[in-house]
């Protein structure tokens, strides 16, 4: 079969394209070239550490050959079963769990303070549905471990991934153990001085021949019932008034709704400014909105109050623009959900209630990539017109093959035209 050719200016023309298209090939066994990566970006485009480390990771999973994995290459070929390279960067080992439980456990360490939620987006499918155990059995649970920022800047934070993703892709239908937070966290910040953390997480993947479940998203927003709020600044006078100005300025703005701070963390640098505000519905869905401070910082006290004051002001304004909308997920969540849709069994719900209420967004341009590669890599997965629900391949996990579409293929090349004509307006 000819390789599938990706180019990389496509739309956002970001790493969303390498992540998503080399993930979906390595889980379909789709031999795929991306040419001009991240093209769409200044600087220069090419594979940066994070997409590098993931692509190097899926590859030795996959057994793929490759062809221009390397740093700042604007050209990759991955052709997934072909390599006979013995050569293993990733070694994976076992380990044990609070419970007694065999666990595998694999690190991967970006070796830099480049973002751990943009390789576990790149990684998560693929350890979900590729379990090598039998039919019979239940998969060994896994212990995954990210070396690197966990609050950087243009990626979701880790604890964006923790307190609102993994939610509401349980909410709306995965397996409610399919992958929670586990051990300690230690935080790396590309802010300040840079700094290396590190995270766990615990995976539990599918059982061979099974697939995800269709998801769920098209309940209404609901009212708001409590705001979480987590907060990272710098220790004493910074962090004690950043936490008295956003709970009093929620309070004036929502008096009936419960406020809580889950954490209020010393950031150890005083460039280091994070706020995450999170909204619980009566849907079930939690909407997010976070603010990473990447400007200077006046010196002193009043040059605290004002980050503070302006980081407080523009992050509650973001929460009322995002329940303006009546959507039961935040615009930053929509492009996280797309792979998950793709590859389940089955028709998954978009926001149908918001749409005819008549208050619903467009995509953005990152959901729009999304959907893209998707299409692109799981030919058989369908978005409908308004681009809300879609029709899953239903991937089986333990069996990775080459995808074949349930349909056409001139109905496949429309649908992608289609897309592209859409994406151009």
Not at 89 to 96: C, P, Q, V, W
Not at 374 to 403: E, S
């Amino acid at each position: 079969m000819k390789p599938l050719h990706i180019d990389g200016t496509t739309l956002e023309g970001g790493g969303q394209l390498v992540r998503l298209s080399v993930g979906l090939a390595a889980l379909t066994g789709r031999h795929i070239i991306i040419s001009d990566i991240r093209g769409g970006r200044g600087g220069g485009g090419g594979l940066k550490r994070q997409h590098l480390v993931a692509v190097e990771w899926l590859a030795e999973a996959c057994n793929a050959s490759t062809d221009g994995a390397e740093l700042g290459s604007r050209r990759l070929e991955f052709e997934p079963g072909t390599s006979t390279n013995q050569k293993r960067k990733f070694k994976e080992t076992t380990t044990s769990l609070h419970d007694g439980t065999i666990a595998r456990n694999i690190v991967i360490d970006l070796c830099s303070p480049g973002a751990v939620t943009l390789v576990l987006q790149a990684v998560l499918p693929f350890i979900l549905l590729s379990t090598p155990s039998p039919r019979d059995h239940l998969p060994k649970p896994v212990v995954l471990t990210l070396h690197g920022g966990t609050n950087c800047s243009a990626s979701p934070s880790l604890d964006y991934i923790q307190q609102v993703t993994i939610h509401n892709l349980i909410r709306a239908g995965l397996p409610a153990q399919f992958i929670t937070s586990y051990g300690q966290t230690r935080r790396g910040y590309t802010q300040g001085s840079s700094s290396i953390g590190q995270t766990s997480f615990l995976v539990h993947p599918l059982r061979a021949g099974n697939t995800l479940p269709s998801l769920d998203f098209s309940s209404a927003q609901g009212s708001l019932v409590k705001i979480n709020i987590t907060l990272l600044a710098p220790g004493g006078f910074a962090l004690t008034h950043l936490s008295e100005v956003i709970t009093e300025t929620l309070k004036q703005k929502y008096p009936n709704v419960l406020l809580a701070i889950l954490v209020q963390e010393d950031s150890r640098h005083w460039r280091r400014y994070y706020t995450l505000i999170v909204a619980e519905t009566s849907s079930g869905f939690r909407l997010g909105v976070d603010r990473l401070h990447e400007g200077k910082v006046p010196k002193g006290d009043d040059g605290s109050r004002e980050v503070i004051n302006s980081m407080v002001t523009r992050s509650v304004s973001d929460l009322e623009d995002e329940l303006s909308h009546h959507e039961p997920l935040d615009h930053w969540m929509q492009d996280q959900i797309v792979v998950f849709q793709g590859l389940a069994a089955g028709k998954s719900l978009g926001g149908g209630a918001a749409r005819e209420q008549g208050t619903s967004r467009e995509a953005t341009l990152h959901t729009r990539t999304a959907k893209w590669a998707v299409a692109k890599l799981l030919p058989g997965a369908f978005f409908d017109a308004v681009g809300d629900d879609c029709d899953g391949v239903g991937l089986t996990a333990g069996q990775i093959r080459r995808m074949t579409t349930r349909r056409h293929d001139e109905d496949v090349a429309t649908e992608l035209a289609q897309l592209s004509l859409e994406d151009q307006t």
